[in-house]
């Protein structure tokens, strides 16, 4: 169960790292520096996380996933404006 918990956490850390770089790649002109810079600034900090807890390489495809949606979803967040 301590290794469930282990998982879901990186996976998690891995959506939550990837939303707020997607909402910003969603924002910066496609194949741009800032739009490469977005969709790997979150893989270090997700690499180091899997290495540090000892979380086997054959979890990588589901962190792979969890980010790939937390860039998908960043990237249609929308805030409305308040002043129109």
Same mark, same amino acid.
């Given at each position: 169960?301590?290794?469930?918990?282990?998982?879901?956490?990186?996976?998690?850390?891995?959506?939550?790292?990837?939303?707020?770089?997607?909402?910003?790649?969603?924002? &910066? #002109?496609?194949? *741009?520096?800032?739009?490469?810079?977005? $969709?790997? +600034?979150? @893989?270090?900090?997700?690499?180091? &996380? #899997?290495?540090? *807890?000892?979380?086997?390489?054959?979890? $990588?495809? +589901?962190? @792979?996933?969890?980010?790939?949606?937390?860039?998908?979803?960043?990237?249609?967040?929308?805030?409305?404006?308040?002043?129109?």
């Amino acid at each position: 169960m301590e290794k469930f918990a282990l998982i879901t956490g990186l996976f998690n850390l891995a959506f939550l790292l990837n939303l707020p770089a997607g909402y910003m790649r969603g924002r &910066a #002109r496609k194949f *741009s520096p800032r739009w490469f810079l977005f $969709i790997h +600034l979150p @893989i270090p900090f997700i690499i180091a &996380a #899997r290495i540090i *807890s000892h979380v086997d390489i054959r979890y $990588i495809p +589901l962190f @792979i996933f969890s980010s790939v949606l937390g860039q998908l979803l960043g990237s249609r967040i929308t805030f409305s404006d308040p002043e129109r």
